[in-house]
C-alpha cells in the first residue's frame, strides 16, 4: 500500500509539473478528436487518428512500455501495458470529455504526458 502511494505521489508531482511549465503543441487535430503534448515531441515519430478505424496511433522512437488513460480528475482509468515503439488506442475506450495518456518509455522514469480531447 506504501509503495501505491508513493508512486501515485510521484505521478501527481511530475503530472501536475508537466502541464504547469510548457507550452502545448497540438500533434492530432481532427474534428473530433484532438491530442496536445506539453513536453517535448522527441520521442514521437509521428502520432495520428485514423477516422476508418477510429484509432489514435503513436509511434515513438523508444519502445513504450505501459500507457496510462487519466480522466479529467486525475483518476487513471486503464493501463495499457505495450512493450512496443507502437500502440493504437481505440477512441471507443474513451467518452466525450478531457483525457491524459502518460507514456512510459522503456528505461526511464519520467512519464511523458499528452492532452486528449474527445469531442
Not at 501536475?16 to 515519430?45: Q, R, Y
Amino acid at each position: 500500500m506504501k509503495n501505491l502511494i508513493t508512486i501515485l505521489a510521484a505521478l501527481t508531482i511530475t503530472f501536475s509539473t508537466a502541464f504547469a511549465t510548457a507550452t502545448p503543441e497540438v500533434i492530432i487535430s481532427t474534428e473530433t478528436v484532438e491530442v496536445v503534448t506539453v513536453e517535448t515531441l522527441d520521442f514521437f515519430s509521428a502520432a495520428e487518428f485514423d477516422t476508418a478505424t477510429q484509432n489514435l496511433a503513436f509511434t515513438t522512437t523508444q519502445n513504450i512500455s505501459v500507457v496510462q488513460i487519466f480522466n479529467a480528475e486525475g483518476n487513471m482509468e486503464f493501463q495499457l501495458p505495450v512493450m512496443s515503439n507502437n500502440v493504437q488506442i481505440n477512441k471507443n475506450l474513451f467518452g466525450e470529455g478531457n483525457y491524459k495518456l502518460g507514456f512510459l518509455l522503456e528505461g526511464q522514469t519520467e512519464v511523458h504526458f499528452t492532452q486528449v480531447t474527445i469531442k
